[in-house]
């Protein structure tokens, strides 16, 4: 139902004039759904949807990987990496304005405390705007 919730304010923002309007409803749906993720029945397929949702929607409504962490178990760990590294080699699916996937990324990485992928040039590059000749 959550799941539902989230897509459709995906959606209505996709076709609202001011979607500064429903930020409120989809920062509360986000953490509802993340506090409602805990023990779910199947954590591979909720870690396969995240990833799908974040790519479809952008980012917004945000649903971090903070949020919704503790519900995986290590084969849900397994496919959320997968999806992510399919997206992040630039597969058929990959999302041509990576802002997304960046995020995913480096959340991975702040995740699995790997420095070296967190400050990794080009990730930094794309997600604080900022390029690494200029820092």
């Not at 609202?16 to 199947?42: K, Q």
């Not at 990987?65 to 178990?73: G, S």
């Not at 990959?94 to 995913?104: F, G, L, N, V």
């Not at 790997?114 to 705007?129: F, K, L, M, N, Y």
Request: glycine share 8%; net charge negative.
């Amino acid at each position: 139902m959550l799941q539902h919730l989230l897509t459709r304010l995906g959606d209505l923002a996709r076709d609202a004039d001011n979607a500064d309007a429903l930020l409120e409803v989809a920062e509360r749906a986000s953490a509802l759904f993340g506090r409602a993720v805990a023990g779910h029945p199947d954590p591979v397929r909720l870690a396969r949807w995240v990833v799908a949702f974040r790519v479809e929607y952008g980012g917004w409504p945000s649903l971090t990987l903070d949020a919704v962490a503790h519900a995986f178990d290590e084969p849900a760990w397994d496919a959320y990496r997968a999806g992510v590294a399919a997206l992040g080699g630039g597969g058929p699916a990959a999302d041509p304005y990576r802002s997304e996937i960046d995020r995913m990324l480096l959340e991975l990485a702040d995740h699995d405390c790997d420095v070296e992928r967190a400050v990794a040039p080009e990730v930094t590059a794309r997600t604080t705007g900022r390029s690494s000749a200029g820092s």
